[in-house]
């Protein structure tokens, strides 16, 4: 079965503070994704990322970066000099092996609130 | 691209009667799209997997007579909620996924209170 763990329940930091929310996963696939998604206080979930498991490579992309490492099973998402706007709920996310019906297992998802 | 609409965006209504949420694709075809159900500060939980021109797929303890869905055409999936009840109260989102890819696009969601 598949499992996403984001330990951390809520963070807060100051404005230009950079921040990493951590994200550990299970499977026993070979072949799967995974993803970060934002979910403002509006409630629509915004895609992030997607990274696939044959790719460890890292990724920037402004101020945001993901550091995946297979070994130990993690994808890593930080935010550098953090932001107001930032302030959202962050969702971790496995995919099953690609297929018509793959589904996605989500973490429990981290609080990020930004101070001014 | 990769649009992905919900209607309506809220709705209150009365226990006992049914309620329907629109999904739509707006600049894709979608063949398979999903429904979630989120609590308030909650993850999100697959209710069930929608495919095109054939009967939803759902998950283990969700009921399928109290939550239908039909997937018409692929650009519009709806979720209609029969006999609703104060508990079926939630944030329902649908997501969308393109054909032959592994990303799914999200609905803003449909905020539903039962009184």
């Known amino acids: 079965a598949q499992k996403v763990t984001q330990a951390q329940t809520e963070i807060s930091v100051v404005e230009k503070e950079d921040v990493t929310l951590d994200c550990v996963y299970e499977?026993?696939?070979?072949?799967?994704?995974l993803f970060w998604y934002k979910q403002p206080p509006s409630g629509e979930l915004v895609f992030l990322i997607r990274?696939?498991?044959?790719?460890?490579q890292n990724e920037i992309s402004g101020r945001y970066s993901w550091n995946f490492q297979k070994s130990t099973s993690s994808f890593n998402f930080t935010i550098t000099a953090s932001q107001v706007v930032d302030s959202a709920v962050y969702f971790c996310?496995?995919?099953?092996?690609?297929?018509?019906?793959?589904?996605?297992?989500f973490g429990k998802g981290i609080t990020l609130s930004v101070r001014p | 691209g990769a649009v992905v609409s919900q209607h309506p965006s809220w709705v209150i209504c009365k226990s006992g009667t049914s309620v329907k949420i629109e999904c739509r694709s707006l600049?894709?075809?979608?063949?398979?799209m999903f429904w979630y159900r989120q609590f308030p500060k909650q993850s999100l939980m697959l209710m069930a997997t929608s495919n095109e021109g054939s009967k939803a797929t759902y998950e283990q303890g969700v009921e399928k007579d109290k939550f239908l869905i039909n997937h018409a055409s692929l650009t519009l999936s709806t979720l209609t909620v029969t006999s609703a009840h104060p508990e079926d109260s939630s944030f329902y989102i649908c997501?969308?996924?393109?054909?032959?890819?592994?990303?799914?696009?999200f609905g803003p969601g449909t905020r539903l209170t039962v009184l």
């Open positions: 996310a496995l995919s099953e092996p690609p297929g018509a019906n793959s589904k996605l297992t």
């Open positions: 600049d894709f075809q979608a063949t398979t």
């Open positions: 990274r696939n498991s044959f790719d460890e």
């Open positions: 997501s969308a996924r393109l054909p032959g890819a592994d990303t799914q696009y």
């Open positions: 499977t026993r696939d070979t072949t799967y994704y």
